[in-house]
């Protein structure tokens, strides 16, 4: 009985499996027809309680959009083993629950996807009709009864069938995810973009900005190392062909722009750190690159700011939305629509065709990717993504400083150490920083690189001879306006963290 329950379950984890495998495979083959998987992934992120989407940034941190795809496809998969087990002798409890989440992942595909409702239930019906049709074969495979001398020989071929079916099912998956991904790319045109000079270029990195120090972040993050924090749970299908940029709302003349008009207008460079709020004291969502695109300001005075505008929305191809001062596009700090990132256009990851990037500010309030609208509101107007979901509605990144090497909790030799990090404070530059060697030692300033920009991080170093036992390590930073980074801990919610970073090290011959 048991050995024949556990038959059971297999057999409906494997349905399950191929009909998310078929479904992915349908939406490769297909363009018109949306992913299931993506359809059900951004239902999830758009709708977890605030505490559980935090839980998963804090848990995951860039990974968390693939956490959630193994998730969506082990859950699926465990519900198909508990279909599986009680679905044998009533067929049509299979049939109506395959149905009902074919009609749930249609619903969600089309709602997010923006593809129609019949596409959708053309993936959502090859999904059913693959899992139950699956699911009836291996329930055969299984039901021959034993020999008289006691051995089963269903139990050989139900095994070959479930993992055939299992195979083919990560087979299908995975090419099916490769087909999406790849027609995304194929058709967005990015292979065929040439950025424009800029206007007004920056020289190369000079040497005095990279202190040459081993574990040290460097001064440009290469865009392949650039965090990655977003609501978007894969990359949005965006076409030049068909994408504009629209600017509207509190404006005199609203208008709309295409990817190749954006091009032909004065563009510069500019280095500007980005940091997302979600990361704690010490993490790694931030980083600096090097931004060309068009100022905003001659974005929004083509369209003539009204003088009732108070907030700038942002909103991205798959509806996320941003919104920030009017006043932070015109107070002298960069505020850009940016269209490429340290010398190529935009990665697809990090917002092709365009994006906003705006210094000082954290991303969630700022940082448009993928941008489709630029819309002029009043302040208490209209709330962003992010704001009903209980984080602050202006939020300026703060002063923040990180050791990057010795690691926490490594085991160095005593003597010469380099003690290094980066720290920053967009819009208001880094003045200095200083290091705490040992819990009671008195704070020694830092020897600083040069800085790119008031917008940039700095790296920074000191030297420590090193001595034997345990020490604790701690930096902070003052910012250009002589403001000191507090000590007081906080989360990240609702408004960025705060406190200084510390590490333990072991030092011993």
């Not at 139990?155 to 991904?181: D, N, P, Q, W």
């Not at 030049?240 to 563009?267: C, E, F, N, Q």
């Not at 790694?284 to 300001?297: F, I, S, Y």
């Not at 008195?442 to 600083?448: D, F």
């Amino acid at each position: 009985m048991e050995t024949s329950r556990v038959r059971d379950a297999v057999a409906g984890g494997a349905s399950a499996a191929i009909a998310l495998g078929i479904s992915e495979l349908l939406a490769g083959l297909i363009s018109s027809v949306p992913s299931l998987v993506e359809g059900l992934g951004s239902w999830v992120i758009d709708n977890v309680p605030k505490p559980v989407k935090d839980w998963a940034i804090e848990l995951f941190g860039t990974y968390d959009k693939l956490a959630l795809l193994i998730g969506i496809a082990l859950t699926t998969i465990l519900i198909g083993a508990l279909i599986g087990v009680f679905a044998r002798e009533r067929f049509g409890l299979a049939v109506g629950v395959y149905v009902g989440f074919g009609v749930v992942a249609a619903l969600a595909a089309a709602s997010t996807s923006g593809a129609s409702l019949g596409a959708a239930a053309v993936g959502a019906g090859a999904a059913v009709i693959a899992g139950l049709a699956s699911l009836r074969g291996l329930y055969g495979l299984g039901e021959r009864r034993p020999a008289e001398d006691g051995t089963d020989p269903s139990r050989r071929s139900f095994i070959l069938g479930a993992s055939a079916l299992m195979g083919l099912a990560a087979l299908t998956g995975v090419f099916g995810r490769s087909l999406i991904e790849r027609a995304k790319r194929a058709v967005s045109g990015r292979s065929e973009v040439v950025l424009p000079v800029a206007a007004e270029r920056l020289p190369p990195v000079p040497a005095a900005a990279e202190l040459g120090i081993d574990g040290l972040s460097p001064a440009i993050v290469p865009n392949e190392d650039f965090y990655r924090i977003d609501t978007a749970f894969s990359v949005p299908q965006v076409d030049l062909a068909d994408w504009t940029l629209t600017i509207k709302g509190r404006v005199d003349k609203p208008y709309s722009i295409s990817y190749y008009d954006l091009l032909d207008m004065r563009t510069v460079e500019r280095d500007v750190t980005l940091s997302c709020v979600s990361n704690d004291v010490g993490e790694g969502l931030v980083g600096n690159a090097r931004w060309q695109g068009v100022p905003l300001t001659e974005i929004l005075n083509r369209a003539g700011v009204r003088s009732d505008a108070e907030q700038i929305v942002g909103r991205s191809v798959d509806d996320f939305t941003v919104g920030f001062p009017v006043e932070a596009a015109y107070d002298g700090r960069e505020a850009l629509v940016a269209i490429g990132m340290n010398g190529e256009p935009l990665p697809f990851e990090h917002g092709f065709p365009a994006r906003l990037v705006v210094a000082g500010l954290y991303g969630y309030v700022s940082a448009t990717k993928w941008l489709s609208e630029i819309e002029l509101t009043g302040w208490e107007e209209f709330d962003a993504y992010w704001i009903p979901r209980g984080w602050a509605k202006e939020a300026p990144i703060k002063t923040q400083s990180r050791i990057d090497t010795p690691k926490h909790s490594r085991l160095i030799p005593p003597g010469p150490t380099s003690v290094a990090g980066v720290a920053w404070a967009p819009s208001r530059g880094i003045q200095k920083v200083e290091v705490q060697l040992g819990e009671d030692a008195p704070w020694q300033e830092a020897t600083l690189s040069e800085a790119l920009s008031e917008n940039s991080w700095v790296q920074w170093v000191i030297e420590w001879d090193a001595p034997d036992g345990t020490h604790d390590i701690t930096v902070r930073a003052t910012d250009g306006t002589g403001e000191t980074q507090t000590s007081e801990k906080r989360p990240a919610a609702p408004s960025g963290a705060t406190g200084w970073h510390s590490v333990s090290v072991f030092v011993e011959a």
